[in-house]
């Protein structure tokens, strides 16, 4: 099993190994995909979590235990179709490719399963078609 997780860490966290109880005791592979930790403030780790079922869950309930707020990575961006007119800006700036256009309709496409959170689409969005919630 392989889930994308945002991990939110409270001041006094920021500077624990606490990512690392991850592998050692639950026998989880993590991966980052983006981390914005600022020491003695707060941080914020975008991780692919792979393993076990079961050592998932276990390794997730630590977290919790342990002071750090969990949330599903497909909780965090999303995009309003609304607000969005197809420009295309978002496209060539995305570094994992979740923002596509469909050559038959030009709409733009956002593809959840693989953003990473990284917020350059919101930055870029002239009409605010993206947002983020971190």
């Known amino acids: 099993m392989k889930k994308r997780v945002v991990l939110h860490f409270p001041t006094?966290?920021?500077d624990k190994p606490i990512v690392y109880r991850l592998v050692k005791d639950f026998d989880l592979e993590f991966n980052i995909l983006k981390a914005e930790v600022n020491p003695k403030e707060e941080g914020v780790l975008v991780l692919e979590i792979k393993g076990d079922d079961q050592n998932y869950k276990k390794g997730l309930a630590y977290?919790?235990?342990?002071?750090?707020k969990t949330q599903s990575l497909s909780e965090?961006?999303?995009m309003d179709k609304n607000k969005c007119v197809d420009c295309t800006v978002c496209i060539p700036l995305c570094p994992t490719q979740a923002l596509e256009q469909n050559p038959k309709t030009l709409e733009v496409n956002f593809i959840q399963e693989k953003?990473?959170?990284c917020g350059i689409c919101i930055k870029a969005c002239p009409y605010a078609a993206m947002s983020i919630s971190l």
């Not at 977290?63 to 750090?68: F, H, M």
């Open 12 to 14: 006094g966290l920021v």
């Open 63 to 68: 977290l919790k235990s342990s002071g750090v």
């Open 76 to 78: 965090d961006v999303a």
């Open 115 to 117: 953003c990473i959170a």
